[in-house]
T-cell receptor, first 113, second 113 residues
Framework: DVKVTQSSRYLVKRTGEKVFLECVQD?????MFWYRQDPGLGLRLIYF???????EKGDIPEGYSVSREKKERFSLILESASTNQTSMYLC????????????FGPGTRLTVT | AQSVTQLGSHVSVSEGALVLLRCNYS??????LFWYVQYPNQGLQLLLK??????LVKGINGFEAEFKKSETSFHLTKPSAHMSDAAEYFC???????????FGKGTTLSVSS
């Protein structure tokens, strides 16, 4: 089974802090994704990566950056956390084929106070 | 442009009743369509997917969906609801570039005894 893990289930940070969310997948997938999920808005794509050191902006990249130094790991960085970044963050991965099916991690619920 | 509309943010049914969750899509390329389920405090799990083969797709937990090109719909059904089906359900379509999925806003299913 594909396994996608996220470093924290719950995280509380203060405004202005630098925040790192880590995601690891164990299936040698080429593509990895970061979404945020908010009530009534569904999932919105922040960034995705199709290869090591490669990244593309999604629909809402402002205030975020990403890092992919190894194929299995994709990090989301909040350079200076703000209260409007309080949300559920979901990581996903998939193969580089035309399968398109994504596998999701359990999510990190981030609260910025 | 690709988009997904889920009709009804909240659907309530009685245990044993038919479940019908509606999804309409817009796609400028042959669509690949997905239904995901999210149980409380968990990530998303794939229920089923349409990838241009059979128009009636069977998934896990007794769910199925029918692709109707003329109606641009991909509604999710289950003949008899169980209490364990209470969750949030997301419909998704691949984007035009084939790099990511576009998700609907989600439908919360409540099941009463």
């Amino acid at each position: 089974d594909v396994k996608v893990t996220q470093s924290s289930r719950y995280l509380v940070k203060r405004t202005g802090e630098k925040v790192f969310l880590e995601c690891v997948q164990d299936m040698d997938h080429e593509n990895m994704f970061w979404y945020r999920q908010d009530p009534g808005l569904g999932l919105r794509l922040i960034y995705f990566s199709y290869d090591v050191k490669m990244k593309e902006k999604g629909d809402i990249p402002e205030g975020y950056s990403v890092s992919r130094e190894k194929k299995e790991r994709f990090s989301l960085i909040l350079e200076s956390a703000s209260t409007n970044q309080t949300s559920m963050y979901l990581c996903a991965s998939r193969t580089g084929t035309r399968n398109y099916e994504q596998y999701f991690g359990p999510g990190t619920r981030l609260t910025v106070t | 442009a690709q988009s997904v509309t889920q009709l009804g943010s909240h659907v309530s049914v009685s245990e044993g009743a038919l479940v019908l969750l509606r999804c309409n899509y817009s796609s400028s390329v042959p669509p690949y369509l997905f239904w995901y389920v999210q149980y409380p405090n968990q990530g998303l799990q794939l229920l089923l997917k349409y990838t241009s083969a059979a128009t009636l797709v069977k998934g896990i937990n007794g769910f199925e969906a029918e692709f109707k090109k003329s109606e641009t719909s991909f509604h999710l059904t289950k003949p008899s609801a169980h209490m364990s089906d209470a969750a949030e359900y997301f419909c998704a379509v691949r984007n035009q570039a084939g790099t990511a999925l576009i998700f609907g806003k989600g439908t919360t299913l409540s099941v009463s005894s």
